[in-house]
């Protein structure tokens, strides 16, 4: 995925429409949970089986990709705004969980590992 | 961003743990909207200033980078599970939005197009 | 539920702590969601069946109860700050879901009434 | 606020419908999330200023008292759903905060009493 185009593209969009100000980082996280709220409602009453992408109709599945575009692009521009690369910060957290998570105390088991004893 | 990369390590990480079981597109909507709640608690007593990133302490900016990267994380890990392409919906997305928000109708003014007339 | 003294408990916690001005009711709409996401994430890898009260462990009831009470506090702080009395909004708001969904369009069907066509 | 009448009465509203397959815990977590997040849509450009009682529109005031009721009836569902009494739980929630937040160290600071430190 090219971020940087994308991030470019959504730098024009807002300079165009003198949106810059704003995307403010506070702001720009409401509208990314804003998103991510629409999503579950997409979802909200699927049981996890209507939710696979097999049992999903055409229109939901549209709704579904609109939904996680509107994410991803916000996700996208508040990184750019904080100047944070979101490339790097994945692996990064991917090497955490990976300590956090040991497989053989993991296997099964998806509560977190500051929780496993409870 | 290497997306495939890192979808690819997202499936190894929960086949090794026995958690695709868990990774239902139901369950990661609800994971990524977790995540999403989070990085709402960082910002919320922020002013729009202190949300600035020269204005965030080293601490805070290590916690949004890590709530940044469960969300990136969480987002890539469903769009696989449900077959959708990242980048191209992002692309379709902005070019409804072109439309959506003409840039003469839009300009200083944030409201989508067909709530501008209340 | 005596929403009054709860209102009232909240203002003198804020008054006593100077945190008034924290609570603008964008920022309380925020912790509201944050709270919301708190919940999610102690709900997003159960079952529905697991999801159940008589299912779920005394640990997670007692978590469960704390974040049901946060988005509650902050439920009654917002609308204490926006002068809505939430009772008569929600009287309100059950009529106009009464005309949203008659009975006889909307049995065994959750999805709302201007998507049923789709 | 009787809670138990609304309670009643979104009962009543789920079994005239045959809605109470979709009402699991699980399910009402995240249709509480996803009110929550429309809330955030319409707080997410405003600043503080705006987002004060006086400075909404007639209009905008009318959507948000709709979503806080969905929020509230949503809240009181869950709490039927799981036996949970709010009312007894929000005061108990409010003892809790006193201790964790003592007005000596929190004046002035609404940072968690955990990140204090930082």
Redesign the interface.
Known sequence: ???EL?SH??QE?AT????DK?H????L????????????????????EE???NQ??S?T?AK???E??????Y??R??D????N??D??????L???EK?P?HL??????KYNRRD?
Chains 1, 2, 3, 4 share one sequence.
């Not at 993991?106 to 509560?111: D, G, L, T, V, W």
């Open positions: 995925m090219n971020v994308l593209k959504l969009f165009q429409r003198n949106w704003y403010t980082p506070k702001n996280v409401m509208a990314l949970a804003g998103e991510a709220g629409e999503l579950l409602e997409l979802f909200q009453w699927l049981t996890d939710s696979q992408p999903l109709s229109i599945r579904v990709e609109a996680l575009a509107d994410v991803c692009l996700l996208i508040l990184a705004k904080l100047s944070i979101l490339e910060v994945c692996h990064q957290k991917i955490v969980n990976e998570y497989i993991s296997r099964n088991n998806a509560i409870e």
